[in-house]
C-alpha cells in the first residue's frame, strides 16, 4: 500500500469518525466521547501526514509510533461507545476494523524500518 493511498485511508477514517460521532447524544458524554474519538482519529492521519516530513529516520519512527498509539486509543473510544450502547455495533465494528488494520499496518512499518537502520 502506497503513501498516498494510506493518507487517504486514514483522512476518510477521521472523516467517518466525524460522521459516527454527529450521531451521538447531545449530552455531557456525548460530547466528551465525540471530543476524545475525534482528535485521536485525527491524529492518525495527521502524524502519519507529518511524518512524510520527518527529520531523521528517528523522528519517523517516532511520528509513526504516535500514530500507532492513537489508532489504538481510536479503538478504546469506539469500543467505549459501543459498551455504553452510544453507537450501534454497525457503526462502531468496521471503524474499530480499520482502527485495528492501521495499527497492525504501521506497527508493521515501523518493525522494517528499525531492522534497516
Do not use: H, W
Given at each position: 500500500?502506497?503513501?498516498?493511498?494510506?493518507?487517504?485511508?486514514?483522512?476518510?477514517?477521521?472523516?467517518?469518525?466525524?460522521?459516527?460521532?454527529?450521531?451521538?447524544?447531545?449530552?455531557?458524554?456525548?460530547?466528551?466521547?465525540?471530543?476524545?474519538?475525534?482528535?485521536?482519529?485525527?491524529s492518525?492521519?495527521?502524524?502519519?501526514r507529518?511524518?512524510?516530513?520527518?527529520?531523521?529516520?528517528?523522528d519517523?519512527?517516532?511520528?509513526?509510533?504516535?500514530?500507532?498509539?492513537?489508532?489504538?486509543?481510536?479503538m478504546?473510544w469506539?469500543?467505549?461507545?459501543?459498551?455504553?450502547?452510544?453507537?450501534?455495533?454497525?457503526?462502531?465494528?468496521?471503524?474499530?476494523?480499520?482502527?485495528?488494520?492501521?495499527?497492525?499496518?504501521?506497527?508493521?512499518?515501523?518493525?522494517?524500518?528499525?531492522?534497516?537502520?
Open positions: 500500500m502506497g503513501k498516498l493511498e494510506l493518507q487517504s485511508r486514514t483522512k476518510l477514517f477521521n472523516i467517518a469518525i466525524i460522521k459516527a460521532c454527529n450521531g451521538l447524544p447531545k449530552t455531557p458524554a456525548g460530547f466528551e466521547l465525540a471530543k476524545q474519538l475525534i482528535r485521536a482519529a485525527g492518525i492521519g495527521a502524524n502519519y507529518a511524518s512524510a516530513r520527518a527529520k531523521s529516520t528517528a519517523f519512527i517516532c511520528k509513526l509510533e504516535i500514530v500507532i498509539e492513537e489508532a489504538d486509543e481510536s478504546y469506539l469500543e467505549i461507545l459501543e459498551e455504553s450502547n452510544l453507537l450501534d455495533k454497525t457503526i462502531t465494528q468496521p471503524l474499530i476494523k480499520e482502527a485495528n488494520e492501521f495499527v497492525s499496518i504501521f506497527v508493521a512499518s515501523v518493525k522494517t524500518v528499525k531492522q534497516k537502520k
